[in-house]
């Protein structure tokens, strides 16, 4: 294989890459609280290719000498965008959605035997019974939801009515008297870049994020939590945008497949030639 081909070939299967993280964004356009993934190429290291000199292009000449040639491209990243979908109106009592940006529920998720707090903007919560006449508030997934007090919410079984505010207190009826029995607890992403998909709509923070950076400088706790009752935030996929990206990267993909192509037919013209 030739140095074309291998350009090729590289960018081919970068490119598949991303055709991939497309058709995840499109199948997620209907899934409460995800959020577009955008990927970003960057070029592969290119090699100088130095000529004879030629004493005539000396003088006055501020370029090296010879070609630099590329290696093809590579994915280089993947980024979230964390910016609010459209607001659905479900007229549910435990449906919540958040109204600023980078802000997140908190879920304990036990993996491994481990529990580990991820976080979500899917706020269509449910109640699911458990022991001594209660109840845990989860999500779809029956992950416990956290509170303020970082520890999960339950209440008792006997209530007439449940609601949640538009400040995340979550508001109990028993015989005809509300009395606020919960908070929901959110927190706010001051490094958003750092979180990483761990799938169901849910975000973790990396071993390598923790290490290199204090918990209080990638989340902190909001102070003010605004929030709307009866609601789901969508996706914010943007189907026009990806449809576009989808049709572009085809056609990068068979400009690099036509490249092969055309390279083997004109080797085998080359060894025909006696």
Do not use: C, W
Request: net charge negative.
């Amino acid at each position: 294989m030739t140095r074309m081909t291998f350009q090729a070939a590289a960018t081919m299967g970068q490119l598949q890459k991303r055709l991939d993280n497309i058709a995840n964004n499109i199948a997620n356009t209907n899934t409460t609280g995800y959020k577009n993934r955008d990927a970003n190429f960057s070029s592969l290291l290119s090699q100088q290719i130095n000529l004879e000199a030629d004493p005539t292009n000396e003088t006055g000449r501020l370029t090296p000498e010879g070609l630099r040639v590329g290696t093809g491209a590579k994915l280089g990243h993947t980024n979230f965008d964390f910016t609010q979908g459209s607001l659905q109106t479900t007229d549910r009592n435990l449906d919540v959605a958040l109204l600023e940006d980078n802000q997140f529920f908190q879920v304990a998720v036990e993996e491994n035997g481990q529990q580990e707090v991820r976080y979500t903007r899917a706020g269509n919560f449910y109640l699911s019974p458990m022991e001594n006449d209660t109840v845990m508030l989860v999500t779809s997934n029956g992950n416990p939801v956290l509170g303020a007090n970082q520890q999960p919410i339950t209440l008792a079984d006997n209530m007439e009515d449940l609601t949640i505010d538009e400040n995340g207190m979550i508001n109990v009826t028993r015989n005809g008297v509300q009395v606020v029995e919960g908070q929901l607890g959110v927190v706010e992403a001051v490094r958003p870049r750092l979180f990483e998909a761990s799938g169901e709509s849910l975000f973790r923070l990396s071993e390598d994020s923790l290490t290199n950076y204090p918990l209080n400088e990638i989340i902190n706790d909001v102070d003010t939590i605004r929030v709307q009752s009866g609601a789901l935030e969508g996706s914010n996929v943007d189907i026009a945008k990806q449809t576009t990206d989808m049709i572009e990267t085809q056609r990068a993909y068979q400009f690099n497949a036509r490249t092969i192509s055309m390279h083997d037919q004109i080797n085998g013209l080359i060894n025909q030639l006696r």
